[in-house]
């Protein structure tokens, strides 16, 4: 027994855990603020993200955690066999270039005199082998997808530990204005499942929802939390419909549609009234807690919950396989696990530039 339970009973410390961990974060913040920004790399520079980022971040008017990190450096990247990557990586480095940001030519180049990098590459593929050459103790933000596979994501958390390389991953819907509303609804009462609907369009080298249907997998978990237990997929030719069951009963369904603007929407059903919202108003809310963490290096969410939710996404493709039948979430984790047991070399690698 520590001697804040001796102090506090043990219900209500636990109680406490919340409010003393977002007051260990404000210390740390205000103390971090008191000195330099901490300096920044970027590993994968052939996304608009590092763009974005990087004038959040850097901008004459940063205030709050914006204002505590500046983005010095960053190493290319790239992917041969995707265009969007391929074609915009040179074009996205001569803008940072003509920002200030120094281009180096490896990832281990780019780590070695800054205080938290943010991965950055387009391509999931890419995220094992970059975090295994920078995983050195050093915050690190993983954008979405944050690997190709479940089995890659294994491995990514191996080495964190192996490493204590605090990180984590997450799609900017998880935090965006609209979503942050409806979950902190107090009118809706008891939740008792959520809807959300994302933009669905392919990238033949990862699986169907890791490219944008991701945004939409990444809201329902925000909306109902961790515990999904099996997921059914259904495809029509304008997208596809992902119901998943979470181990309390409920239920959620992300509706991925094939269509060339944005479908972002966020719903929630309670036993009070249902709260609905539409729309996705930027980064913003990411780039602040991506800061944020790298000041406190407390992860605003477990790397469980990443996991959970790419195993949601290749259960929806197997269950598109299987003519839509429930896949369990255990099982795709579990399998994942048996074939770095079995392969420990395996890597999904991504061919580059």
Not at 18 to 42: C, D
Request: net charge negative.
């Amino acid at each position: 027994m520590t001697m804040f339970n001796r102090i506090v009973p043990y219900s209500t410390s636990i109680m406490l855990l919340p409010l003393f961990l977002s007051f260990l974060v404000n210390v740390v913040l205000s103390t971090a603020r008191a000195g330099e920004p901490l300096k920044v790399a970027i590993i994968g520079t052939d996304t608009s993200h590092a763009i974005a980022f990087t004038t959040l971040m850097n901008s004459e008017n940063a205030i709050g955690p914006l204002a505590d990190v500046q983005v010095v450096v960053a190493y290319p990247g790239g992917s041969s066999d995707i265009p969007s990557s391929r074609d915009r990586v040179m074009d996205f480095s001569k803008q940072l270039a003509e920002a200030g940001i120094a281009i180096v030519d490896s990832p281990e180049e780019a780590v070695a005199d800054v205080d938290a990098i943010l991965l950055e590459s387009v391509d999931g593929r890419a995220h094992l082998d970059q975090f295994r050459r920078i995983a050195m103790g050093k915050p690190v933000f993983i954008d979405k997808p944050a690997a190709a596979s479940v089995a890659d994501f294994l491995e990514i958390m191996r080495i964190a530990e192996e490493t204590n390389t605090p990180f984590f991953s997450s799609s900017a819907l998880r935090f965006c204005p609209e979503v942050d509303l409806v979950t902190k609804s107090n009118k809706t009462g008891n939740v008792l499942g959520a809807a959300t609907s994302t933009p669905f369009q392919l990238e033949p080298h990862h699986p169907d929802l890791f490219w944008y249907g991701i945004h939409g997998i990444e809201a329902l978990s925000a909306l109902l939390g961790p515990g999904c237990e099996t997921v059914a997929r259904h495809d029509s030719k304008i997208g596809a419909l992902i119901v998943g069951c979470w181990s309390d009963g409920r239920q959620g369904a992300t509706w991925a549609l094939s269509t060339k603007g944005a479908v972002y929407s966020f719903t929630v059903y309670g036993d009070k009234t249902v709260a609905s919202k539409t729309g996705f108003s930027g980064y913003d809310n990411l780039v602040n807690e991506i800061c944020k963490f790298f000041v406190s290096r407390i992860p605003p969410i477990s790397p469980r919950i990443t996991l959970e939710i790419l195993a949601i996404m290749e259960a929806a493709d197997e269950s598109r396989d299987q003519e839509g039948i429930p896949i369990s979430i255990s099982s795709i984790i579990n399998r994942a696990r048996k074939k770095n047991l079995d392969d420990p070399n395996t890597i999904t690698s991504a061919p580059t530039k």
